[in-house]
């Protein structure tokens, strides 16, 4: 009998997670069946027909981690992993987004670090930042950075300061975006980290020449290291990520 797993959203069927989730089966000899679920709406009802008819657990993307964790376990925090057969619920990008760098040799102790964008990943990642020298938090919406900023005394309002790393957590950038990553104060080894993966961001950041090129970061990493966490939670076994990750960046 496979293990059910899946990826939940809209708009979602570019997803590389099947084959990252395949690639980490198959370290193990594994037997999985991991389906992308692309769903227009009411995705509160899949995930419950989904662990009601056996599934073992599930990814959640664009637009739904916000939505399932509240409708699904009452909490405002974004998840993005569904774990214990539909028992428990967390967010992966965080850690995933840490493992990453990691793996790159990116230290961001003692670092000025902006997080540009708070969706779930923006939150989720902003919330595992803990030893950099100042955090700043910053995106399209100033009410709701302001929100997140008063929330917390580790995060700040930008206030000019050179940065070492920007985290961009935004999926689109518009006229006004460019002008925000354009006035931002970056250092000469700064590195820009784009959490997207096969998006315009990518394209559009490479031409802005705001870094070096090889201090400008794609997704990919990120994805794959969440991705790992996730599998980790179902099964108890952490797989190796190294290999996928040079696979898919290849692709790029």
């Known amino acids: 009998m496979k293990n059910e797993l899946g990826v939940i959203g809209r708009g979602i069927q570019y997803s590389l997670s099947p084959e990252i989730h395949k690639h980490f089966a198959e370290q193990f000899k594994m037997n999985i069946n991991y389906e992308i679920y692309d769903i227009k709406d009411n995705p509160s009802s899949f995930v419950k027909n989904f662990f009601d008819e056996g599934g073992l657990g599930l ?4 637009p739904y981690k ?3 964790a509240q409708k699904v376990f009452n909490t405002d925090e974004a998840v993005n992993c569904i774990y214990e057969k539909g028992k428990k619920a967390t967010s992966t990008d965080g850690s995933g987004f840490l493992n990453d760098l990691l793996s790159k040799n990116i230290d961001i102790a003692n670092k000025k670090i902006l997080i540009y964008g708070l969706g779930g990943a923006g939150k989720s990642i902003a919330n595992s930042m803990q030893g950099a020298e100042k955090l700043f938090i910053a995106g399209r919406n100033n009410e709701k950075s302001k929100e997140l900023i008063n929330q917390s005394d580790k995060y700040l309002e930008y206030d000019g300061s050179e940065l070492d ?3 961009s957590c935004t999926t ?3 006229l006004n975006t460019i002008k925000d990553f354009e006035h931002f104060n970056l250092t000469k080894e700064a590195i820009l980290y784009d959490i997207n993966y096969s998006n315009q961001t990518n394209v559009i950041f490479s ?3 705001l870094v070096k090129e090889n201090n400008l970061i794609n997704g990919i990493g990120m994805l794959v290291e969440q991705a790992a966490k996730s599998f980790s939670l179902w099964f108890g076994e952490m797989p190796e990520t ?6 898919l960046n290849e692709r790029l």
């Open 172 to 174: 689109q950038l518009d």
């Open 66 to 68: 916000e939505e399932i």
């Open 207 to 209: 031409e802005l020449q």
């Open 165 to 167: 790393m920007l985290v």
């Open 242 to 247: 190294y290999t996928i990750k040079g696979i």
């Open 59 to 62: 990814n959640i993307t664009k």
